[in-house]
C-alpha cells in the first residue's frame, strides 16, 4: 500500500478537486494524508452563521476536519498561514499571508510532511493554480519544490479540463438544467491537451458531495455545486483531471496510484 499526501490552499478546496481520488485511495487501503496551507480566514460567511466569539478559521478548521473523516484522511495538517484573498486585494500583502511566504520556507515545511509520510504520491495545483488565485497558485510553488526536496516520485497537479468544463457548460444550457457562476473559461485551468490524467471519481459523488456539505460556512445548500441535479453534478465533477510532468502527450493515466 501507498501514501498520498494531498496539498490544498483552503478548507473545502480538498473535496471540490481531488475528493475523488482522495477516497478512492482510503478505500482500496492506502494512507491518505491532507495538508491545507491556510485555514480560510478571508472566506466570506452569512450574518449570524458564527457563533457569537467564535472566528471564521475556527469553524472552517472544524469543517476540514468533518470533510477529510468523509474523504478517509488518516491525518490533517495546516501548515499555518493566513488566506491571502482573491487577486489583487489588500489582504494579499498582509503579514504572515501564504502568498508573501518565502516559497522555500514553506515547501521545507512541506517536504517535511511528506518524509515523515514517506509519501509516494502529493497532489498540487497547476502553475495557474486552477483558475488565478494567489495561494492556489502558491501551493503549485510550494508543492513542487517540496517534492523535490523530498524525493516524492509522483506529483500530479491538479487541473480543470478547460475544453471539457466547455463542454459540459453547453450540455447543460441545452438541457436548461442550473446555470454555474459567470467565468472566463480561458483563466480556468489547462487544455485538454496539455492533461495526462483522468481519474473517473463517479462511484464517489455522494461523498464529494457529503464532504462539500461539511463546509457549510462555504458551500451553501442554494450553492452552485450542491442546487444542481445528481446528472449535473456528475458530469461536472465525476472526473478529476490532472497534469504529471513527463508523461503524456494525451491522457496516459488513469489511476495515481497504479503499480503501488
Known amino acids: 500500500m501507498a501514501t498520498l499526501v494531498s496539498f490544498h490552499a483552503h478548507p473545502d478546496d480538498e473535496c471540490i478537486s481531488c475528493g475523488g481520488v482522495m477516497r478512492k ?25 458564527l457563533d457569537e466569539g467564535e472566528q471564521l478559521w475556527e469553524r472552517r478548521v472544524a469543517e476540514t476536519e468533518a470533510s477529510a473523516a468523509i474523504l478517509g484522511a488518516h491525518r ?5 498561514y493566513v488566506d491571502s484573498g482573491m487577486m489583487g486585494t489588500a489582504t494579499n500583502d498582509a503579514p504572515g499571508s501564504f502568498w508573501m511566504a518565502p516559497v522555500d520556507d514553506a515547501a521545507a515545511k512541506l517536504a517535511a510532511i511528506l518524509v515523515q509520510e514517506q509519501a509516494d504520491v502529493l497532489t498540487c495545483y497547476d502553475d495557474n493554480g486552477q483558475y488565478g488565485h494567489p495561494d492556489h497558485i502558491q501551493v503549485h510553488r510550494v508543492g513542487m519544490l517540496a517534492a523535490k526536496l523530498a524525493g516524492t516520485p509522483r506529483v500530479y497537479q491538479s487541473t480543470i479540463n478547460r475544453d471539457d468544463m466547455l463542454r459540459g457548460m453547453a450540455e447543460l444550457g441545452e438541457a436548461g438544467e ?36 461539511a ?27 490532472f497534469i504529471r510532468v513527463g508523461e503524456g502527450p494525451g491522457i496516459t493515466e488513469t489511476d495515481l496510484l497504479a503499480g503501488l
Open 25 to 49: 485511495a482510503a478505500d482500496e487501503g492506502h494512507r491518505v494524508v491532507l495538508v491545507v496551507a491556510t485555514r480560510g480566514e478571508n472566506g466570506e460567511v452569512p450574518d449570524g452563521f
Open 76 to 80: 490533517v495538517e495546516f501548515l499555518g
Open 215 to 241: 463546509h457549510a460556512s462555504q458551500i451553501s445548500e442554494q450553492s452552485f455545486f450542491l442546487a444542481m441535479p445528481d446528472e449535473a453534478f456528475a458530469r461536472a465533477f465525476g472526473t478529476e483531471w
Open 178 to 213: 442550473a446555470e454555474g457562476p459567470e467565468i472566463d473559461p480561458s483563466t480556468f485551468g489547462k487544455p485538454e491537451s496539455e492533461i495526462t490524467a483522468a481519474v473517473d471519481v463517479t462511484p464517489y459523488l455522494q461523498v464529494k458531495r457529503a464532504a462539500m456539505r
